[in-house]
């Protein structure tokens, strides 16, 4: 009887325990199925390209992305970086921090850096210093994204002079209005009442990033690459337009969202990327 009532006692305290767990984030695959993040961590080298869909103030999301980029690292992968937070603009800067020509103040004072950058991408840009690993502006300047949507769409980018288009993606640049992701931008911007503008903006931004994405990949080299999410979600924004420029290029997605219950994926996030960050709603934001 004593034994019984011991197996009994045993089964509820480990209900208990389960019942009181609580996870910082679930990983999840393209077709809603939980996968391990030691099993994702084998997959993601297959590729050439990793495209990490963030939450800009969320905290998990920039965690991982330094845990990623350590673990790939420990496991042999060479790799190199890129960011949608840093403008082409800015590359000289960043390159002479990374070799030891310029001190963070010089850098800081130099840059124009995203108010969470402290705390958010400045450890991952020091352990690619420490450890010499490459690390690139991918993004179009902030005011010539903003012509974009204020000055007629991608005409304004042609009165450029040459040298700043030197920090655009190719002229002309490819555009599908039709793509999902845009679509719904445009109407969350206010329909049909809404600067087609804004969007090709947005375009602007992925062909920039994938161009230099590409511009800077290395043969047997990952290429890992920070941004937002909408920017990679459903395989579009700057896949699109990787695929457009190079059709053969292998290229992974991560994606963070946010759920009230991250035991079980909600359908709306099945196929956004093939892998799912799924983090609490009630998760700390870095801002």
Known sequence: MNKIVLLISFFACSICVNAQKKDAYIIYKSNGK???YKRMLKK?????????GEFHNNPIAHWLQLEIAVDLHEKGNQLSF???????DQQNTIDQYLNGQINQEEFKNQMRLWPNYATDYQPLLEWAKDNNYSFTATNIPRPFASKV???GGF???EKLSEVEKAWVAPLPIPYDPELKTYKNMLEMMGGEHANPDIVKAQASKDATMAHFILENRVPNTLFFHL?????SNFYEGIVWYLKQYNPDLKVVT???VEQEDIYKLEEEFEGIADYIICVPSTMTKTY
């Open 44 to 52: 993601i080298p297959k590729a050439e390209v990793l495209l990490f």
């Open 82 to 88: 890129g960011a949608e937070m840093f403008e082409a």
């Open 149 to 151: 949507y204020k000055e």
């Open 155 to 157: 005409k304004a980018l």
């Open 227 to 231: 941004n937002g999410s909408y920017h």
């Open 34 to 36: 939980k996968i391990s």
């Open 254 to 256: 991560l994606t963070t």
